[in-house]
Nanobody
Framework: VQLVESGGGLVQPGGSLRLSCVASRSIFNIYVISWYRQAPGKQRALVAVITKGGITTYADFVKGRFTISRDDAKNAVYLQMNNLQPEDTAVYSC????????WGQGTQVTVSS
């Protein structure tokens, strides 16, 4: 499976973006799909996880601001990001759990006034 992210861009503090992660095939059998981010000079960090059954988990630093969802009919996983702050600036990537063990190429999110 291949994953392609989109939806990144430049946004002012307090703004919103919706990231998309579209798979090249059905994601119905992909048990876990996650969003990660990596800021310059920092390690990659887990942002949010969604299971096949729709159970979600969030990093503390995005709880209440970000929402992960999946649409199996569209082979897509989304990350709705609200109230973005400069510290959210990073490359955001999606990841499909084993046995697929696949990363997308990432999409840049920049939060700046």
């Amino acid at each position: 499976v291949q994953l392609v992210e989109s939806g990144g861009g430049l946004v002012q503090p307090g703004g919103s973006l919706r990231l998309s992660c579209v798979a090249s095939r059905s994601i119905f059998n992909i048990y876990v799909i996650s969003w990660y981010r990596q800021a310059p000079g920092k390690q990659r960090a887990l942002v949010a996880v969604i299971t096949k059954g729709g159970i979600t988990t969030y990093a503390d630093f995005v709880k209440g601001r970000f929402t992960i969802s999946r649409d199996d009919a569209k082979n897509a996983v989304y990350l709705q990001m609200n109230n973005l702050q400069p510290e959210d600036t990073a490359v955001y990537s999606c990841y499909a759990s084993p046995p697929f063990n696949t990363w997308g190429q990432g999409t840049q999110v920049t939060v700046s006034s």
